[in-house]
């Protein structure tokens, strides 16, 4: 390709670059056989800029969650997990939402992940992010506790378990985290 020669005039960029014949038929022999992509079907979300209101609004929120997220969970209640697949619903809730969140019907409105939290922190993130989902009408919560050691991995569901606005939780498909996270669906008000 041919480089513009610099000049004090403003060309456009059509003008500007141009490729010989010669160089337009190497360019089509080279395309030749290239087929065009097939659409994935994929949703592709676009960022939207976030206005410095928007931000404060957002840290307002932030900081009365973090005010008013209470802790419901206590380390003394352990339950007896089973080996495999987390899965459990509420008492007063149907059995087959846990088929319906290994099915990936509920997509979760929030990531939020704890790995390299101490217990502490991770509790306290837990109920703050439950608190968020409620306020934000999200009923369903991605909770990324990993696979490590295994202390959160025995802490969460037990957590999860004895918060109120918990309906079910199941081990979350591979696309979310398999073995290292799990679908939480939340009671939200209508």
């Not at 059509?14 to 290239?34: G, H, I, M, Q």
């Not at 206005?51 to 802790?71: E, G, I, L, V, Y």
């Not at 918990?166 to 979350?172: D, W």
Request: charged share 25%.
């Amino acid at each position: 390709m041919r480089r513009p020669e610099k000049s004090s005039k403003r060309t456009s960029r059509a003008s500007k670059y141009t490729l010989s014949p010669e160089e337009r038929d190497e360019f089509r022999a080279a395309l030749e056989n290239v087929k065009p992509l097939v659409d994935d079907h994929m949703t592709h979300h676009h960022p939207t800029r976030v206005t410095p209101a928007q931000r404060a609004r957002r840290r307002s929120a932030q900081a009365h969650n973090r005010q008013h997220a209470t802790d419901p969970f206590s380390d003394a209640f352990m339950p007896a997990l089973p080996e495999g697949i987390l899965a459990w619903v509420a008492d007063d809730e149907p059995a087959y939402l846990t088929k319906q969140l290994r099915r990936n019907d509920f997509l979760p409105g929030m990531v939020l992940d704890l790995h390299g939290y101490t217990r502490e922190r991770a509790r306290r993130e837990l109920a703050e992010a439950i608190t968020a989902c409620v306020h934000e009408g999200l009923n369903c919560l991605n909770v990324i506790h990993g696979i490590g050691h295994g202390v959160l991995r025995q802490h969460v569901p037990g957590w999860l378990m004895q918060h109120p606005d918990v309906r079910a939780f199941h081990q979350a498909p591979l696309e979310w985290g398999g073995q290292g996270a799990l679908l939480v669906l939340l009671r939200i008000a209508d």
